[in-house]
Nanobody, 111 residues
Framework: QVQVVESGGGLVQPGGSLRLSCAAS????????MAWYRQAPEKQRELVAL???????TYADSVKGRFAISRDNAKNMVYLQMNSLKPEDTAVYYC?????WGQGTQVTVSL
């Protein structure tokens, strides 16, 4: 049974940083890609970052150079370091593992 739990969201001022964490249970963690998505109000869910089993990464153009995804296979964890946050980064951030979603964590960037 797969479970995905995100944490680390919150309210931050523009230019600030946050680190999101995702804990995933279930088999094959070390050989499956992990991804972060986000969904802003009245917008479709979009891919933010993906990390393959070998550590290769992919980012949405809007976050390149500001966000960094990483994984710890020994702990079944994936992280999203978010720097230089902008108001347009405000969204619920979701982790995806093997097609399963967590409940999401709210990130709000505002003065």
């Amino acid at each position: 049974q797969v479970q995905v739990v995100e944490s680390g969201g919150g309210l931050v001022q523009p230019g600030g940083s946050l680190r999101l964490s995702c804990a995933a249970s279930g088999s094959f963690f070390s050989i499956k890609p992990m991804a972060w998505y986000r969904q802003a109000p009245e917008k479709q869910r979009e891919l933010v970052a993906l990390i393959a089993y070998n550590g290769s990464t992919t980012y949405a153009d809007s976050v390149k150079g500001r966000f960094a995804i990483s994984r710890d296979n020994a702990k079944n964890m994936v992280y999203l370091q978010m720097n230089s946050l902008k108001p347009e980064d405000t969204a619920v951030y979701y982790c995806n593992f093997r097609g399963f979603w967590g409940q999401g964590t709210q990130v709000t960037v505002s003065l």
